[in-house]
């Protein structure tokens, strides 16, 4: 069985979770292919637990015998539409971990994300998605996701980015 809890980042296990699950998917060919820096090791949950509006969701899962294994993880952080006058929460990562891809997890974790966007007052939830990860992309989309227009004739939004020198 699988749930999806809040996580509380002083909790060395969730932290720890946190960090693992992060370094699983950083280290695959949709995070980048590289393991995340020391420094991110080091400071990621003390710095996410100091951030306002940021939100982890763990997903656990519990064996026959009552084990358990955190297997998916899921941040956001919350945002504002000045088009809605209202806040929108950014779903930035989720990860399920390998051996539990294909069987639900990530879907359990879009919809708690949903639901505390919900609980939060939120107009809408964001999300990017690289051009290559179909598999996301069909899971978004079973959902309810598309990619964001104002009007056809202005096609879809870009996301973009320019990276800070000694910022990254």
């Known amino acids: 069985m699988i749930a999806v809890i809040r996580a509380n980042l002083v909790n060395s296990d969730h932290a720890d979770a946190l960090m693992r699950l992060m ?10 292919g590289q393991p995340l820096r020391a420094y991110t090791r ?5 710095t996410l637990r100091t951030r306002p509006g940021a939100h982890t969701l763990l997903a656990v899962k519990r064996d026959e ?3 358990e294994s955190y297997v998916g993880l899921l941040n956001a952080f919350e945002g504002f539409s000045t ?7 950014n779903i930035h990562d989720v990860i399920v971990t390998e051996p ?3 069987r639900g997890t990530g879907k359990l974790l879009m919809e708690a994300a949903e639901a505390l966007a919900r609980e ?8 990017e998605v690289l051009e ?3 598999k996301a992309q069909a899971a978004y989309k079973s959902l309810g996701y598309a990619g964001y227009e104002l009007k056809p004739e202005m096609g879809k939004a870009l996301f973009w980015q320019k990276k800070l020198t000694g910022n990254n």
Do not use: V
């Open 120 to 127: 939060l007052g939120c107009c809408k939830l964001t999300l």
């Open 132 to 134: 290559g990860n179909t």
């Open 65 to 67: 015998t009552g084990e």
């Open 42 to 46: 080091a400071h990621l949950a003390a």
């Open 100 to 102: 539990e891809r294909g």
């Open 23 to 32: 370094d699983e998917y950083a280290s695959g060919p949709t995070g980048g």
């Open 83 to 89: 088009f809605a006058c209202q806040p929108l929460l």
